[in-house]
């Protein structure tokens, strides 16, 4: 059974950066869209970005434009987020999802991995 891992997260203070990493765990699998959400305790899990399998077509949440970047790495099985000038807001556990659609809907994702944590501290 295919699934996704994630890498990268950790504690950052208001203003530094932080690079997620996520793949999936055979190297046969290589979805046509990747993404991440973030999701904080309590509350939905929220679209961040995602892009298709060549980087060709990026999407992001209003809050982050600007300031993340998401890439697929040279295996097409996966992505990375580089998360810039981070904010005490941007704290959450971040996920990385798989799909065959860009979309924001968490439900067009059928794969998924475990979640990663990331704090920002003001």
């Known amino acids: 059974q295919v699934t996704l891992v994630e890498f990268g997260g950790g504690l950052v203070q208001a203003g530094g950066s932080l690079r997620l990493f996520c793949a999936a765990s055979?190297?046969?699998?290589?979805?046509?869209?990747m993404a991440w959400f973030r999701q904080v305790s309590g509350k939905e899990r929220d679209f961040v970005a995602a892009c298709t399998w060549n980087t060709s077509n990026t999407y992001y949440t209003d809050s982050v434009k600007g300031r993340f970047i998401i890439s697929r790495g040279n295996a097409k099985d996966t992505v990375y987020l580089q998360m810039n000038s981070l904010k005490s807001e941007d704290t959450g556990v971040y996920y990385c999802?798989?799909?065959?659609?860009?979309?924001?809907?968490?439900?067009?994702?059928?794969?998924w991995g475990q979640g990663t944590q990331v704090t920002v501290s003001s």
């Open positions: 999802a798989a799909g065959r659609v860009p979309s924001r809907d968490r439900y067009e994702y059928d794969m």
């Open positions: 055979t190297r046969t699998y290589s979805p046509h869209v």
